[in-house]
């Protein structure tokens, strides 16, 4: 039983039962007519711990005008609402805390601020309408939240290729990064202007500032206004935009250049942001800023002139929300094969991490969010080992979830097997890659695992790793079972052992997918290959080329 904080016995029934969602109707027949504010309050506190924000929540609106003038209630309601995402019942309570002294008038200006982005109030440009020659008919305005030289992660070497194929293709790629950046990284080493491997990048620097204590609002006006300048300066033919932060916040700036200027805007969705907003799984794809987020979402895609996706999965997500089919392209991840090319494994890194010998399956991957589910690699070696195979895991890179991945192997006997490597610096990472002979990613069923293609299983086919994948749409697209790669139920420890157990076992089918992987590789997923693809789309968007097919 769970006794319930700061009750008396008896005020609440004395215990409330470990289900709190079968008992709590019982104790509110017994209470509510003369639940006092102390009661109410803990019994919302409890159900915070324990949460239950739904069942929060209506007690709320039920002791609202009972209580409402009670600050600890307050507290507790807006701890609940901000834990469903409910952002417009956050900013009444708090300003009934800020009426009642116990909240700051930043307070409310931050959540004001959030709630004009979540309509898409914001930014606007005001003015008469106004003409940018291009300064040439091919050059392309990247718009994007982070950039090489100063960060390297799978959406900057995205970008960064992207930026070099099309510059091969005929384009003419210029880059303007979001205010704040680089600074946030390597502080007044920052410069306004830098040109990696000959693209420009413009950084909107403005000195040191606490971007993240600036109301969204506030922050995205002076995003549009430093764009909007660059923008007359450069002259492109064209903006291409690529999902922020949030998803759609810097097409909402595109969006306001083009309604200025009459640039066409093409966005770039790389993934689906929505459910980003709470690392609550329960509650991730409900409440008001989920809704507010797919609405916006979508009205960024209608406003923009085209949308691009990385694979089919993602575009029939899109189009399933109502973007016109034909307004939808693809433009799909690749590798760089020079980098990514086959090599032996390095035995002395393998001696060093405790591998050894042994054969091993593994992941690349971060360790920050439940959708990668490392956890059913180690689950698959427990498996392995329990049926006399020999088979290491190997992970690659570090994150919040990592103690409790560590924990995991601990209690299923198998730490000795499962070897951690902690964050690996991306000039190294391939020398990790090449210590794994059966590549997994072992993604749950999520939204964004659903939907969105990932980079690291191209770099794998590249190298000649077999790779097996969860039986998800955007995965299963690229290995193609049985062509390129194997595929598995996804969280089920057991199919994953099973099919790793099959990979090992059948070296000649593993030769042929893997012979199968490389070849579309280089035939179809080189970086160089979306340079064209990019200059097709644009044509088309400029009037000036059919839709590619």
């Keep these: 039983m769970t006794q319930v904080p700061g009750a008396e016995s008896g005020a609440l029934g004395g215990n409330l039962g470990d289900d709190v969602g079968n008992d709590l109707g019982d104790v509110l027949d017994r209470t509510l007519p003369d639940a006092s504010a102390e009661m109410v309050v803990a019994l919302l506190r409890h159900l915070f711990t324990a949460k239950e924000y739904d069942q929060g929540l209506a007690l709320v609106d039920q002791w609202w005008e009972a209580h409402s003038t009670n600050a600890n209630f307050l507290k507790i309601a807006r701890s609940l609402q901000i834990k469903r995402g409910e952002m417009t019942a956050t900013l009444r309570t708090t300003q009934r805390l800020i009426a009642l002294k116990q909240a700051s008038q930043d307070a409310t200006t931050l959540i004001e601020g959030r709630l004009r982005e979540l309509t898409g109030q914001v930014p606007v440009l005001p003015g008469p309408a106004e003409t940018v020659v291009p300064f040439n008919p091919h050059r392309v305005l990247h718009l994007v939240k982070e950039s090489r030289p100063y960060l390297s992660n799978g959406f900057t070497s995205r970008s960064h290729y992207n930026f070099l194929a099309e510059r091969e293709a005929g384009l003419d790629p210029i880059v303007v990064t979001e205010p704040g950046f680089p600074r946030s990284v390597v502080g007044d080493a920052a410069r306004p202007q830098v040109n990696p491997d000959g693209i420009r990048h413009f950084h909107l620097d403005v000195g040191p500032a606490d971007f993240k204590a600036m109301p969204v609002d506030r922050y995205l ?15 492109p033919a064209i903006i291409h935009v690529s999902s922020g932060r949030r998803g759609y916040e810097t097409a909402l700036v595109a969006l306001a250049i083009k309604d200025r200027t009459g640039i066409p805007v093409v ?16 509650y991730e794809a409900s409440g008001e800023q989920f809704e507010s987020r797919m609405r916006l979402e979508e009205e960024c895609m209608h406003r923009a002139d085209f949308v691009l996706t990385l694979g089919e999965s993602m575009r029939s997500e899109i189009v399933a929300r109502g973007i016109p089919a034909e307004k939808v392209g693809i433009i799909p991840n690749g590798v760089d094969v020079e980098r990514f090319t086959p090599r ?63 924990a995991l192997a601990e209690s299923l006997d198998v730490a000795d097997r499962v070897h951690f490597t902690g964050n690996v610096d991306h000039d190294r990472v391939v020398d990790y890659y090449a210590l794994i002979d059966v590549f997994v990613v072992p993604r749950t069923r999520e939204r964004a695992a659903t939907h969105v293609t990932p980079l690291k299983p191209f770099e794998a086919m590249a190298l000649g790793i077999p790779v097996v994948v969860s039986d998800l749409p955007a995965l299963v697209e690229l290995t193609d079972p049985p062509h390129r790669g194997w595929k598995f139920e996804p969280d ?21 997918r893997v012979s199968a992987a490389t070849e579309w590789i280089h035939t179809q997923r080189q970086w160089v290959h979306n340079g064209p693809r990019y200059r097709e789309y644009f044509e088309h968007v400029l009037g000036r080329g059919e839709l590619p097919r």
């Design 267 to 282: 966005y770039e969705v790389r993934s689906f942001f929505e459910a980003n907003w709470t690392d609550e799984v329960r």
């Design 492 to 512: 089920d420890a057991g199919d994953l052992a099973r099919v790793i157990t099959e990979v090992f076992d059948d070296p000649a089918e593993r030769s042929r």
């Design 221 to 235: 006006q002076l995003f549009a206004d430093l764009a909007l300048e660059r923008v007359r300066f450069l002259r």
């Design 344 to 406: 032996e494994r390095p035995q002395e890194l393998a001696d060093e991490l405790g591998i050894g010998d042994a054969p091993t399956f593994g992941y690349v991957s971060n360790m920050d969010h439940y959708r990668e589910s490392q956890e059913t690699l180690i689950a698959a070696c427990a498996a392995l080992k329990a049926a006399g195979r020999d088979e290491h895991c190997l992970l690659v890179g570090g994150g919040p979830r990592r103690e409790m991945l560590e």
